[in-house]
């Protein structure tokens, strides 16, 4: 019988592979190269590494960079916008930013397409959706023809208004599909991002018709080779939102998987804190090309409902990362006489020059070597031996320039790398109010534990968390979510004047398209739920907070309006530190999210030591310009409760975690290493 639950996720480096054996209870993690040329190569070699027999899954979920590569690229299909005659210019209009209203020197984000390529079309809607003039379809019909004729690879669709009423849009994609064929990309701004703002929804739509046929031929091409090998268990999707879809739904709706990959280690972020009791946590992923941060606040995910990626908007249900280029594969370079790190990577191809696969610039990865950081014959599991002598060569060609000799070169590498990675983690704690010190640092990523007690340190966070797999933990992560729909209406009414009965009867109606939505993708009656809530802006306002509501029926309750009011007031002080009790509000959205449940993986117990003692020996590393006589351990020889000083390495299959002097390092009852700095233990 089918017994796997298995997750992927690719990152630039390597494929992490996490197999949950439900018969035994056990969890196996894995990793095997990225294959950049043909990424579902390295995701069927690492489910064969791990799984005898692939029709043994049972539960398959996968984080795709596919999207959001092809963004970050450039390398998405050429894309043909229909805009309404007369506003066309939209999107290249675009919005400029508050934040850089006194910059001399901004510069707009470069868009996706060029002005030639947009179409104005004849027709027209109010502001309430009603018809002022029919949609030009002889105008949609020549748009179809010249997307053949000049090689457009998608069409996006925008026309004002469309929100409201989708009559014209979805007129306008059958009409290019008679032009175009039935699997041609056509992405539809009401479709991709039912929301008001018409720059925003028009991004939305042109993102997601750029990016999606490469994800669409991705998945299907993935799907094909799972098929062929026996499995019969239905591929899903990680979502940016931190749910999951079936990969026939994500095919539909490309857009939201865009940040698929990074989000995995999220949601295991939020699986740890309901286990660990620690209800505020930082996670920070650092893999070979990029770091990742996230918060769990109060136990939950920070989502938004709008995300930015280098500088273009996009609406829609996603969790709050930010991201900057470091990794173990971040490139050391000079730039004026300064020593600068990333964002350029050296990938899994050459990838850092101590893999020996022909790279020769000195990366994050060659400094942890040479320092004795990393243990070259036990790297990712033993799967790559790593050249030292390679490493200090280059190295030198930096160093040399720089008057540094090798090891003092690693160690700059490092400490750049390091305040890179810290100012991300203030980027988005500090400057939005939040205390790192409150906070708990999660280390994961293949090279995540190896920088974060640095990190932790720098910042004045007390305790550095290292899970299970931590090189794996996002496809762990991905585990433990659920399927997850997002539904949206615009809805603007001032408090004032909201119909309480008419805004409970159109939550209840979202609620029950919601969890009809459900049924497709194979969710159980019993297991489907749903979560209302609301965006609320003070009047004139133009960004909004959301408003979380008990039910779609809390709107005919007692005093709704007055208790909404004082909710939202709370969460902007919180937010903002000030707010405004008994000004006027007024609403701009409701949100139902429709949720299926997949069933909670229980966090298996470590086994707890029978000793104090623990198989280890002792090597040189340095710290701090010292060579230090060092605990070197293999994480599959501590058992709960272990506990020893730093400085300490601790080697594993998908991860190696670096422990400075001055710290502590104990492992609990889930197998986490619990790292502290010496003054704080106990507290």
Same mark, same amino acid.
């Given at each position: 019988?089918?017994?796997?639950?298995?997750?992927? $996720?690719? %990152?630039?480096?390597?494929?992490?592979?996490?197999?949950? $054996?439900?018969?035994?209870?056990?969890?196996?993690?894995?990793?095997?190269?990225?294959?950049?040329?043909?990424?579902?190569?390295?995701?069927?070699? %690492?489910?064969?590494?791990?799984?005898?027999?692939?029709?043994?899954?049972?539960?398959?979920?996968?984080?795709?960079?596919?999207?959001?590569?092809?963004?970050? =690229?450039?390398?998405?299909v050429p894309v043909l916008l229909l805009a309404t005659a007369g506003v066309e210019d939209t999107y290249h209009i675009a919005r400029g930013p508050r934040l850089e209203l006194y910059n001399a020197q901004y510069r707009k984000p470069s868009?996706?397409?060029?002005?030639?390529?947009?179409?104005?079309?004849?027709?027209?809607?109010?502001?309430? %959706?009603?018809?002022?003039?029919?949609? $030009?379809?002889?105008? !949609?019909?020549?748009?179809?023809?010249?997307?053949?004729? =000049?090689?457009?690879?998608?069409?996006?669709?925008?026309?004002?208004?469309?929100?409201?009423?989708?009559?014209? =849009?979805l007129r306008a994609r059958e009409i290019l599909l008679e032009e175009?064929?039935?699997?041609?990309?056509?992405?539809?701004?009401?479709?991709?991002?039912?929301?008001w703002r018409e720059y925003e929804r028009t991004s939305s739509a042109v993102v997601e018709a750029y990016t999606g046929p490469v994800v669409r031929n991705y998945l299907l091409d993935l799907e094909k080779k799972l098929g062929d090998r026996g499995v019969e268990a239905p591929l899903h999707i990680m979502q940016s939102s931190g749910g999951v879809l079936t990969a026939e739904s994500a095919r539909k709706r490309p857009l939201q998987t865009l940040l698929s990959g990074p989000v995995g280690g999220a949601m295991g972020d939020v699986e740890l804190a309901g286990v660990s009791g620690n209800r505020n946590l930082i996670g920070v992923d650092m893999g070979g090309t990029s770091f990742d941060v996230s918060l769990v606040v109060d136990?939950?995910?920070? !989502?938004?409902?709008?995300?930015?990626?280098?500088?273009?908007?996009?609406?829609?249900?996603?969790?709050?990362?930010?991201t900057v280029g470091a990794g173990g594969g971040s490139v050391a370079w000079l730039e004026a006489g300064g020593l600068r790190v990333g964002p350029r990577s050296a990938g899994a191809t050459p990838?850092?020059?101590?893999?020996?696969?022909?790279?020769?610039?000195?990366?994050?990865? $060659?400094?942890?070597?040479?320092? %004795?950081? !990393?243990?070259?014959?036990?790297?990712?599991?033993?799967?790559?031996?790593?050249?030292?002598?390679?490493?200090?060569?280059?190295l030198k060609t930096v160093g040399d320039r720089l008057g540094l000799d090798p090891i003092a070169m690693a160690e700059g590498i490092c400490d750049v790398a390091n305040s890179q990675m810290a100012q991300a983690i203030r980027t988005i704690t500090i400057s939005r109010g939040i205390e790192p010190r409150d906070f708990a640092l999660v280390a994961f990523g293949g090279a995540g534990p190896m920088h974060a007690v640095f990190l932790a340190k720098e910042l004045g966070i007390p305790e550095t968390v290292v899970p299970r797999f931590p090189g794996a933990f996002s496809a762990w992560g991905m585990l433990q979510t659920n399927i997850r729909k997002d539904f949206s209406e615009p809805y603007f009414y001032l408090d004032e004047d909201i119909d309480v009965a008419h805004m409970a009867g159109v939550l209840r109606s979202m609620e029950s398209e919601g969890l009809s939505s459900l049924a497709s993708e194979g969710v159980p009656e019993d297991s489907r739920l749903t979560n209302a809530s609301v965006d609320v802006r003070y009047q004139s306002q133009e960004f909004s907070l959301n408003v979380p509501l008990a039910s779609a029926d809390e709107p005919e309750s007692t005093d709704f309006v007055a208790a909404l009011a004082s909710r939202f007031s709370a969460m902007y002080h919180e937010r903002?530190?000030?707010?405004?009790?008994?000004?006027?509000?007024?609403?701009?959205?409701?949100?139902?999210?429709?949720?299926?449940?997949?069933?909670?993986?229980?966090?298996?117990?470590?086994?707890?030591?029978?000793?104090?003692e623990f198989k280890h020996e002792i090597r040189p590393v340095v710290f701090e310009h010292i060579e230090h006589q060092t605990t070197v351990v293999r994480r599959d020889d501590l058992a709960a409760g272990h506990a020893f000083e730093g400085p300490a390495i601790i080697v594993e299959q998908t991860a190696t975690t670096v422990v400075p002097p001055g710290f502590d390092v104990i492992v609990d009852e889930f197998g986490s290493l619990i790292i502290r700095t010496q003054d704080v233990e106990g507290n």
């Open positions: 019988m089918p017994n796997y639950r298995v997750s992927m $996720d690719i %990152g630039g480096t390597f494929t992490d592979i996490v197999a949950y $054996d439900q018969h035994a209870g056990t969890y196996t993690a894995t990793k095997s190269s990225t294959t950049p040329g043909n990424l579902s190569a390295g995701v069927i070699a %690492g489910l064969e590494s791990i799984v005898d027999d692939l029709s043994d899954i049972e539960f398959l979920v996968h984080g795709t960079t596919q999207g959001l590569n092809a963004f970050l =690229e450039r390398r998405g868009p996706l397409l060029e002005r030639k390529d947009v179409i104005g079309v004849g027709g027209r809607l109010d502001g309430q %959706g009603l018809e002022i003039r029919p949609l $030009d379809e002889v105008a !949609v019909r020549q748009a179809g023809r010249r997307a053949v004729a =000049e090689g457009y690879g998608a069409v996006a669709v925008a026309f004002l208004f469309s929100y409201k009423n989708p009559a014209h =849009e175009l064929g039935e699997d041609f990309t056509v992405s539809l701004s009401h479709e991709a991002a039912k929301e136990g939950k995910p920070d !989502v938004s409902t709008e995300a930015h990626l280098e500088g273009l908007p996009m609406l829609m249900s996603v969790v709050n990362i930010h990838g850092p020059a101590c893999y020996g696969r022909g790279g020769t610039e000195p990366t994050v990865t $060659d400094a942890n070597l040479v320092l %004795g950081r !990393v243990d070259p014959d036990w790297f990712a599991g033993g799967q790559v031996s790593l050249d030292r002598e390679a490493a200090i060569a280059a903002y530190g000030h707010s405004n009790l008994g000004a006027p509000i007024e609403i701009v959205a409701l949100r139902t999210q429709a949720v299926g449940d997949l069933g909670r993986l229980d966090a298996p117990r470590f086994a707890t030591a029978q000793s104090a």
